[in-house]
């Protein structure tokens, strides 16, 4: 483990502004992404989430927009090196698979805002989770000002992540392919900046 104080290398800036970040290229994931649905695309997505030594992880939940109102997580994402696993969990019963990937020791699952989502995920359904990261918290500790994942991506990837389809809703039936490449590139930056934090000795 490296010292969770040691300074940040020379070429990483502690924040990006957000007229550096419009200046940085977008980039959308483009690898093969599967939307789970079927009994054979799971056996498919734990052979591949399971070899996997750390995964990209995010959750997307439909937005609220009055006071009081909240939802339970509707999309769980994994990314690994060959794909993206999308599920969505509010359409098909995934608790016991996801109930082994979080509480593998062996599987790091690396996101931001960890606690959030695991929090909101154990609304539905109970599980003790190990090997979790959370990136934005890396982040802190080694003296960033931001860690969202969008500011993390501009400032370890050289890369801008659009928002488009922020809040958009993820409970629908059917995906866009814009919320479908959307939520791809989230838990896939995340495996990326796991991959850079680790090269910088930030992790």
């Known amino acids: 483990m490296t010292d969770p104080a040691a300074a940040l290398p020379l070429e990483i800036a502690e924040r990006i502004s957000r007229e550096a970040m419009n200046d940085l290229p977008i980039l959308r994931y483009e690898g093969t992404v599967h939307l789970v649905a079927g009994a054979s695309d799971l056996q498919r997505a734990m052979q591949d989430i399971c070899l996997a030594d750390v995964v990209g992880f995010d959750t997307e939940t439909?937005?609220?927009?009055?006071?009081?109102?909240?939802?339970?997580?509707?999309?769980?994402?994994?990314?690994?090196?060959?794909?993206?696993?999308?599920?969505?969990?509010?359409?098909?019963?995934?608790?016991?698979?996801?109930?082994?990937?979080?509480?593998?020791?062996?599987?790091?699952?690396?996101g931001v805002s960890v606690s959030d989502d695991v929090r909101n995920l154990k609304k539905s359904f109970e599980f003790e989770e190990r090997a979790m990261l959370d990136l934005g918290k890396v982040a802190k500790r080694h003296g960033l000002k931001q860690s969202g994942v969008r500011n993390l991506a501009g400032i370890f990837l050289g890369m801008r992540i659009p928002k488009g389809a922020k809040t958009t809703n993820w409970a629908a039936q059917r995906l866009t392919s814009q919320q479908i490449?959307?939520?791809?590139?989230?838990?896939?930056?995340?495996?990326?900046?796991?991959?850079?934090?680790?090269?910088?000795?930030?992790i």
């Open 181 to 202: 490449t959307y939520a791809a590139t989230d838990a896939w930056a995340c495996r990326e900046l796991y991959l850079r934090f680790r090269q910088l000795n930030l």
């Open 62 to 110: 439909r937005p609220a927009f009055r006071v009081g109102e909240s939802y339970l997580p509707a999309l769980v994402q994994f990314a690994t090196a060959d794909a993206v696993y999308l599920l969505q969990v509010q359409k098909q019963d995934y608790s016991a698979e996801m109930r082994e990937i979080f509480s593998s020791a062996r599987i790091v699952k690396a």
